[in-house]
């Protein structure tokens, strides 16, 4: 594989969120990109994903922002409720902006991976190519990285290569990588006869050990996820939309016309795994770990693609030195993920008791003090990138809890 000489070259090993958001802004910071995906196509695994403010102002840092922002839905007012359709606590909009400087949005991956991709030069990413890391690289050589056509030599290897990521096992093969957080998740984006998005309020309903999530999106459809504690494995491949029936049918509408819209392939289902025990570092040689290879967590907060996006936009401000990467991501992203375990162990919990208890400190505390859901996001969704954003004003809906740093 011939390799053109010149700026300093960066292979992407990953063409996910994660890895294509590290590809643009390096490329915008003047870095020559090669992105590599082992599958067929860009094209993820149909799922939405929900994008909070820290990572919308990430993607203003590589003028993307506002874009997404006109592409998705913005969620609206909502909350948590109980199976039977009680609402434990409500959400409100308008302070979530003005408390954190912008709106929660949702849109489906494939927008997001389309404008990413759309900003790459021309055939900077290579599909169906499988890469592997035989040389982490140091100071006096470059990384190598293999593949069916070669061998590439880079300046810098991304790995946004996932949770089982095969490079994180080169660079660290001592650590006992993920493990099995105790439940499964379901997914679905459909259109749903009957059921017009405008009409559907957004909602988390906590059962006990299962929860259930419905979230309009602007396009017209309806994406839902569900939850369950169940033993590793369970699948049930003839038809999972079978299986959300009998967990979540007899739920609050508008859930068992969701379920009912959903054919069985349109039902995606993927036990969860996490990195419980952190990384030692986030690099080694010429290799930094991006997104779920480096710090997968339970999608309990909504923060594993935010996650990716801020590594990516924090990456390239630190290419030249990788040591201030690992030291800017690893403590904030071990912190964040140890909240979402937490946040799963509390609307995941299954005893009779403690669900009732639960539900009952979170209807008391959301009556007694609205905002004190809301302040649990401190710290994550008011993060602000270190390179300058370049978001409108209206775009934003709010003001910034602090100055861009």
Not at 331 to 351: D, F, H, Q, Y
Request: glycine share 12%.
């Amino acid at each position: 594989m011939t390799q053109q000489r010149g700026r300093s070259h960066a292979v992407i090993v990953g063409g996910g969120i994660g890895g294509l958001t590290a590809a643009v802004a390096l490329h915008l910071s003047g870095w020559r990109v090669t992105v590599l995906e082992r599958a067929r196509s860009l094209e993820p695994v149909g799922a939405a994903i929900s994008l909070a403010p820290n990572s919308l102002r990430a993607l203003d840092v590589i003028g993307l922002g506002d874009e997404i922002r006109g592409l998705a839905a913005w969620q609206g007012d909502g909350g948590v409720r109980t199976p039977s359709g009680r609402w434990l606590s409500r959400a409100n909009t308008a302070a979530l902006a003005e408390r954190f400087g912008g709106p929660l949005v949702l849109l489906h991956r494939s927008a997001l991976i389309d404008r990413l991709a759309a900003r790459l030069p021309e055939g900077a990413v290579r599909v169906s190519v499988p890469a592997a890391l035989t040389d982490p690289g140091g100071p006096d050589r470059p990384a190598r990285v293999s593949t069916p056509d070669g061998e590439l030599e880079a300046d810098l290897v991304v790995a946004a290569d996932g949770i089982h990521s095969a490079v994180r096992r080169v660079l660290f093969p001592d650590h006992p990588g993920p493990v099995y957080a105790g439940f499964t998740t379901w997914r679905v984006v459909i259109p749903v006869p009957g059921l017009h998005p405008g009409n559907v309020t957004s909602h988390e309903t906590w059962g006990r050990g299962r929860i259930w999530g419905t979230h309009p999106l602007k396009d017209g459809r309806v994406y839902a996820y569900a939850a369950a504690v169940t033993p590793a494995g369970g699948h049930a491949p003839d038809d999972e939309q079978a299986v959300l029936v009998r967990r979540f049918g007899t739920w609050h509408d508008p859930i068992p016309q969701v379920i009912a819209a959903a054919r069985p392939e349109d039902v995606l289902r993927h036990d969860v795994h996490h990195i419980a025990e952190p990384l030692p570092a986030f690099h080694r040689g010429r290799v930094v770990l991006l997104g779920d290879a480096a710090h997968a967590m339970p999608p309990t907060l909504g923060q594993g693609g935010n996650q990716a996006v801020e590594d990516a936009i924090v990456l390239a401000a630190h290419s030249g030195d990788l040591a201030a990467y690992t030291a800017a991501r690893l403590p904030r992203t071990t912190e964040i993920a140890r909240k979402a375990v937490g946040v799963a162990r509390l609307n995941l919990m299954s005893g009779r008791v403690g669900t009732a208890v639960r539900d009952a400190m979170v209807a008391a505390l959301s009556k007694a003090a609205p905002g004190v859901l809301l302040r649990s996001f401190d710290g994550i969704a008011d993060w602000c990138p270190p390179q300058p954003p370049y978001a409108s004003d209206e775009a934003r809906a709010g003001t910034p809890r602090k100055p861009y740093e």
